[in-house]
């Protein structure tokens, strides 16, 4: 993988992965701790907004893959850490449908049930354990590698 080279190009301030975490934040103070009754024509348009932007955050983070060098060599991940990269991989399709789901109803859910709205809700904040969770085993991942490719145990 060389990513002694990657590591220093990889993870800047513009990086997909950051603004990804700036979306999270922002969003998890839209709906952590929130319940069905906060849900309201304004705070849903607001939400709307966030959810896109993370929406397209996401999918830049997914179009990055910050395990190919940037030479466009192939790739010298160590094999034993490949099934764990391929799982993350494979998760971006399940979390871009999470996305999708909250992104289309959220434009009508002040006008539903308390029900459906507690739904929405909860729905939200699995979307945050689930890209919280993906985000902290890929940085896992990446510094992992980086620590074999630089000497470490492995």
């Keep these: 993988m060389n990513a002694t080279k990657q590591s220093s190009g990889a993870r800047t301030d513009s990086c997909p992965d950051d603004a990804v975490k700036e979306s999270l934040a922002t969003l998890a103070d839209l709906v952590d701790g929130k319940d069905e009754s906060s849900l309201d024509d304004e705070s849903c ?63 009508s859910i002040a006008d539903r049930t308390i029900e459906d709205k507690d739904v929405f809700v909860l729905r939200a904040q699995e979307l945050l354990a689930v890209l919280r969770r993906h985000i902290a085993e890929e940085d896992r991942l990446f510094y992992l590698a980086v620590w074999r490719d630089t000497g470490g145990e492995g």
Excluded: C, Y
């Design 45 to 107: 348009e607001v939400l709307a907004k966030q959810l896109q932007l993370l929406h397209a955050r996401f999918r830049a983070h997914g179009a990055v893959d910050m395990f190919e060098p940037a030479s466009g060599e192939a790739g010298e991940l160590p094999p034993e850490l490949w099934g764990e990269l391929r799982r993350l991989r494979g998760e971006h399709s399940s979390i871009l449908g999470q996305l999708d789901w909250l992104t289309r109803n959220v434009d």
